[in-house]
C-alpha cells in the first residue's frame, strides 16, 4: 500500500498546511486617485470594442444579438467607472 499524503509528511518532518503562504508578500501599494481614474479610462478606451463592432460581431463573437451585447457592454462600463470611484469623494474645486 503505497505511503498516504499525511504519513509523507510525518516521515520527513515536513508540515504543509493549505493556509500557510509559502511565498513573502509585501503589502500591496495604495494607488492615487489619479492613477486609479486613469487606469480606468484608459481600459474603457483601450480594451472595449466600439459600438459598430459590437453590433456587427455580437451574434458570432459572444453569441449574443448586437443590441444585447451593446447593453452589456454599457454596463461593464458603468461597472468600471463605478470601481475608479469607489469610496471616493468629489474634489474641492
Given at each position: 500500500?503505497?505511503?498516504?499524503?499525511?504519513?509523507?509528511?510525518?516521515?520527513?518532518?515536513?508540515?504543509?498546511s493549505?493556509?500557510?503562504?509559502?511565498?513573502?508578500?509585501?503589502?500591496?501599494?495604495?494607488?492615487?486617485?489619479?492613477?486609479?481614474?486613469?487606469?480606468?479610462?484608459?481600459?474603457?478606451?483601450?480594451?472595449?470594442?466600439?459600438?459598430?463592432?459590437?453590433?456587427?460581431?455580437?451574434?458570432?463573437?459572444?453569441?449574443?444579438?448586437?443590441?444585447?451585447?451593446?447593453?452589456?457592454?454599457?454596463?461593464?462600463?458603468?461597472?468600471?467607472?463605478?470601481?475608479?470611484?469607489?469610496?471616493?469623494?468629489?474634489?474641492k474645486?
Amino acid at each position: 500500500m503505497a505511503a498516504g499524503f499525511a504519513d509523507r509528511s510525518r516521515q520527513t518532518g515536513l508540515v504543509v498546511s493549505a493556509m500557510t503562504n509559502p511565498i513573502p508578500t509585501e503589502k500591496p501599494v495604495k494607488q492615487s486617485n489619479e492613477q486609479r481614474y486613469y487606469d480606468a479610462l484608459k481600459r474603457i478606451a483601450k480594451h472595449y470594442d466600439t459600438a459598430e463592432n459590437l453590433l456587427r460581431d455580437g451574434e458570432t463573437g459572444y453569441g449574443l444579438s448586437g443590441e444585447e451585447t451593446l447593453q452589456y457592454a454599457y454596463e461593464n462600463i458603468q461597472g468600471e467607472a463605478a470601481c475608479a470611484i469607489r469610496g471616493k469623494r468629489r474634489p474641492k474645486v
